[in-house]
Nanobody, 116 residues
């Protein structure tokens, strides 16, 4: 089973930027869909961005225009570029890879804290 490890989280002031990385221990070509979720304190996990194998993307309305999901097949890494960060973006961010048979794997999560 492929393992996913997030990195790049940290503390940033509102209006700043961060880029999250999700490194896979195997080929991300095997994933039909990759994505990012987040879980704010005391709230449920929510979808942030999704990227299908064919290249289509889906973003939460709250991050559209500010966040960009991408992947690098040569590096087996999934990225989330986050710009114009707001305090509401504070959460633990998780990457996910979904196989074509609907099996999936989560990363361990990385903390993003935005202050103003």
């Amino acid at each position: 089973q492929v393992q996913l490890v997030e990195s790049g989280g940290g503390s940033v002031q509102a209006g700043g930027s961060l880029r999250l990385s999700c490194a896979a221990s195997g080929s991300i070509t095997d994933f039909n869909v990759v994505g990012w979720y987040r879980q704010p304190p005391e709230k449920e996990r929510e979808l942030v961005a999704g990227l299908a194998k064919g290249g289509t993307t889906n973003y939460a309305d709250s991050v559209k225009g500010r966040f960009t999901i991408s992947r690098d097949y040569t590096k087996n890494t999934i990225f989330l570029q986050m710009d114009s960060l707001k305090s509401e973006d504070t959460a633990v961010y998780y990457c996910i890879g979904v196989y074509s048979d609907s099996h999936y794997v989560w990363g361990q999560g990385t903390q993003v804290s935005v202050s103003s």
